[in-house]
């Protein structure tokens, strides 16, 4: 049974940072792409950020050189650093796991969720 449980979200004041994580469990977690997904209120999800198995990573327009994913093979766990929140940046964040993650095919699996406000 796969389980991704996500951590980290809050409340925070514009131009600050928050380190969102993703715990898994259930899948050989190394050879897995996996990504950050949101969706603020009255929106669509939007993918954030992909990191594949071998480290390559892509991210949204909108994060682009304020957001950093990473991962942790060792500790099967998966980061996404957000710095210089901006309001819009607030939403759902979900932790998925899947090619789609990289931005093609299926996105099998995902966390519950943590909410991320970022206040102006």
């Known amino acids: 049974q796969v389980q991704m449980v996500e951590s980290g979200g809050g409340l925070v004041t514009a131009g600050g940072s928050l380190r969102l994580s993703c715990e898994v469990s259930g899948i050989i977690f190394g050879i897995n792409a996996m990504g950050w997904y949101r969706q603020a209120p009255g929106k669509q999800r939007e993918r954030v950020a992909g990191?594949?198995?071998?480290?390559?990573?892509n991210y949204a327009d909108s994060v682009k050189g304020r957001f950093t994913i990473s991962r942790d093979n060792a500790k099967n766990m998966v980061y996404l650093q957000m710095n210089s929140l901006k309001p819009e940046d607030t939403a759902v964040y979900y932790c998925a796991t899947g090619p789609g993650t990289m931005g093609v095919g299926g996105v099998p699996y995902w966390g519950q969720g943590t909410q991320v406000i970022v206040s102006p």
């Open positions: 990191i594949s198995s071998g480290l390559r990573t």
